[in-house]
């Protein structure tokens, strides 16, 4: 099946903003200050780990047989986030369907990207396992997949994660045999999970903040456009929905997207302190 670009942006966009609510919102979080910079402080262990998964998700790159509605993919990526859905919101910023103005979207979309492609430096990594201590220097966006996926899947599910990571220690000069990478697995959670990803975790809830909030005002003005007064009962309403919607899919995402948008933004707005921003 063949969707039209304004069906394949109703369904992408309603995909993003899911993922996005699924991963900051209340029950996640503790509500934040907003009366100055702050920081994200997650309900407990297990919200923290939810949310490391989620991230791996929308860090991940959808498989093409599995969304017929999706943009090509990048194929030989430019960039690493080429590969997640961050590709897919700025293919849209291009060429966008919904609304007539989506610099704030592309804005948000390339910043949580460039900061995501960017290197992260961990010096004086310790790992017992291997008698080793080196500075590391990864992407952030690697290391987080990293991180997602060793709170997801238990070691023996692991094989692909740990052949990168002895790739990656052989760039660094280290080459390890690949069982001993299974043993230091603990050792790269201590470093990633427990100092990297809880100390950029509030950066990275304030990144998928501004997205989420950049697809409201891009599709306020499409909303105020849509909406209709019905009669049939008090409140009744209806959507003007694009005559180039047809596909059931689409009409209904578009439907959902709408009352996204009449819904209204629930989390606070807030930002995260600059102290934060300086490491890693």
Same mark, same amino acid.
Request: aromatic share 16%; glycine share 6%; hydrophobic share 40%.
């Given at each position: 099946m063949t969707y039209a670009g304004v !069906?394949? $942006? %109703?369904?992408?966009l309603k995909a993003v903003w899911d993922m996005i609510d699924d991963m900051v919102n209340l029950e996640v979080f503790q509500s934040p200050v907003t009366s100055r910079p702050t920081n994200l402080v997650f309900k407990s262990g297990s919200h923290k780990r939810i949310f490391a998964i989620l991230l791996a998700d929308f860090l991940a790159q959808p498989r093409q047989a599995a969304l017929p509605f999706a943009f090509a993919p990048s194929g030989q990526a430019a960039r690493e986030t080429d590969r997640t859905y961050l590709f897919y919101l700025e293919a849209i910023c291009r060429? *966008?369907?919904?609304?007539? $103005?989506a610099s704030g979207l592309a804005t948000a979309a390339s910043g949580f990207a460039d900061w995501l492609n960017a290197e992260c430096h961990c010096p004086a990594v310790w790992l017992p396992e291997l008698d080793l201590s080196l500075d590391l220097r990864v992407s952030r966006v690697w290391l987080l997949k990293v991180v997602g996926d060793a709170n997801k899947h238990n070691f023996s599910r692991l094989d692909a994660r740990v052949r990168q990571i002895k790739a990656m220690l052989a760039r660094h000069g280290h080459v390890v045999d690949e069982g001993?990478? @299974? #043993? %230091?697995?603990? +050792?790269f959670q201590d470093w990633f999970y427990t100092d990297v990803f &809880? @100390?950029?975790a509030s950066t990275i809830g304030e990144f998928l903040d501004q997205i989420r909030r950049a697809l409201f =005002? @891009?599709? &306020? *003005? !499409? @909303?105020? #456009?849509?909406? #209709? &007064?019905? =009669?049939?009962?008090d409140g009744d309403y209806s959507f003007d929905v694009p005559s180039e919607i047809? =596909? *059931?899919? %689409?009409?209904?995402?578009?439907? $959902?997207?709408? +009352?996204?948008v009449r819904g209204g933004l629930w989390f606070p707005a807030f930002s995260v302190s600059p102290l934060l921003k300086n490491h890693f």
């Open positions: !069906e394949q $942006e %109703a369904i992408l060429q *966008p369907q919904l609304g007539a $103005e001993m990478v @299974y #043993r %230091a697995l603990p +050792n &809880s @100390y950029h =005002d @891009y599709l &306020s *003005p !499409e @909303y105020a #456009r849509a909406w #209709r &007064s019905g =009669d049939r009962f047809r =596909d *059931p899919l %689409a009409f209904g995402m578009y439907w $959902e997207l709408m +009352n996204r």
